[in-house]
Each structure stands twice: as C-alpha cells, then as structure tokens.
C-alpha cells in the first residue's frame, strides 16, 4: 500500500544537528498529511512534528525553534532538520502518512 523509509539518524553529541528524511511510495493515495514521531526509552510515542498538503506546520513545544519539518516539491519525501540537539531528544523517530502509516523508525542518540 504505502511504504515509508526512513535514513539519516545516528549519534550526535548535545548542539548538533541531524537531518532526518522519509521517502514515500503509494501508488493508491497521496500522504496529505505526514509527521515525524519518537519514542524514547519507557516513554509513550509522542508526535514531534506535522506537515499538511497546504504546508501548515505543528510542532511538540519542546522542539519549536530547533527543528524544521519540510517536504519536497513531489511532496513524496518529508525531512526533519534537527539543530541544538539535546540528550533528551534521543529517542527512536518514525516517519508517519496520513496519521495511519509508519516508518521502520530510525535512532538518534545525543550524547557526548
């Protein structure tokens, strides 16, 4: 149906940056809504970041001013810029269409 596939996580020590992408395939349906999600360690999944068709963007408060969720021209791949990255942004990041289809997640650990 759709696939999403996630790249660019790793380690990364606390101020860093890291540049996350999702690259889309559905022959079906377009992703009018897509996100970036994480799960850290003994803590629920919590959406990070929201783009819609019409590029409205939400962000989690703790991000805002620090990550930048943008898409393609193609709207067929969805990026999370991450800058000044701290140690409690480590987490396991899923890349999300339509609030119903998930990424095999990618980690990204901040630590020194």
């Known amino acids: 149906q759709v696939q999403l596939v996630e790249s660019g996580g790793g380690l990364v020590q606390p101020g860093g940056s890291l540049r996350l992408s999702c690259a889309t395939s559905?022959?079906?349906?377009?992703?009018?809504?897509m996100g970036w999600y994480r799960r850290a360690p003994g803590k629920e999944r919590e959406l990070v970041a929201e783009?819609?068709?019409?590029?409205?963007?939400n962000y989690l408060d703790s991000v805002k001013g620090r990550f930048t969720i943008s898409t393609n021209n193609a709207k067929n791949t969805v990026y999370l810029q991450m800058n000044s990255l701290k140690p409690e942004d480590t987490a396991v990041y899923y890349c999300?269409?339509?609030?119903?289809?998930w990424g095999q997640g990618t980690q990204v650990t901040v630590s020194s």
């Open positions: 999300n269409c339509n609030r119903q289809h």
């Open positions: 559905t022959r079906t349906f377009s992703c009018y809504v």
């Open positions: 783009i819609s068709g019409s590029d409205i963007r």
